[in-house]
């Protein structure tokens, strides 16, 4: 049984934190989807999943957990991110999806959000 | 384009006042499929959808939205559901994740919450 609260709170971490795409690659499994925003097409693998955050590391960000539902071996979980600072700084509250392997890393995530959703400045 | 902001407005307010489970399945597309919570077995089609919901419209509940983030044609939202009176009182948050389809019925309904998140008592 994997502990999902667990991952969960792991991968707000390196969302924060993380100083390179790859370690947060790390959480995923190898075969691994993503899909942000949802609508778009889905990044597949390590390589592009280490991609698609590795954008994130250059900014100053912090993450926060709103709120978090586990059913069966998947989990929804709204959050907030902010990112950059001053005029440049935004504001976004996501609802993730996520699936999760016996082993405990993440097979999907979805994330739900629009351009609508952003908040920008200080 | 469906308006799936008022759909899930129409939804809510429905599972707060509808008299049968039979007008909440009106919302849903004729094939649909509800899973509640997500990692049980799906109901599926009218009959199946509005039978899940009947068992609600004897109670006393209320409603209310807390969070949508719509993306593509899916939409995710968490929201509160009291229900009961008293020592029967109970209230939950769950995320839920809707599809639609492009006459904006509900396509699908997977509700994220587990036994522990249910809160009981006034």
Chains 1, 2 share one sequence.
């Not at 889905?42 to 059913?71: D, M």
């Not at 993730?96 to 200080?122: H, K, N, P, Y």
Request: net charge negative; aromatic share 8%.
């Amino acid at each position: 049984m994997t502990d999902i609260p667990s991952t969960v709170a792991r991968y707000l971490d390196l969302v924060a934190n993380a100083s390179s795409g790859a370690e947060i690659a790390a959480l995923y499994a190898p075969d691994a989807t993503l899909e942000d925003p949802v609508g778009t097409p889905a990044r597949k693998g390590t390589e592009e999943i280490a991609a698609f955050y590795e954008v994130l590391t250059s900014r100053q960000r912090s993450t926060e957990l709103l709120a978090l539902r586990v059913a069966g071996d998947e989990a929804a979980f709204s959050f907030r991110v902010v990112s950059g600072t001053g005029a440049e700084r935004s504001v976004i509250e996501p609802i993730d999806v996520m699936t999760f392997s016996e082993d405990g890393l993440i097979t999907s995530m979805r994330a739900f959000w629009s351009r609508q959703d952003v908040r920008r400045g200080a």
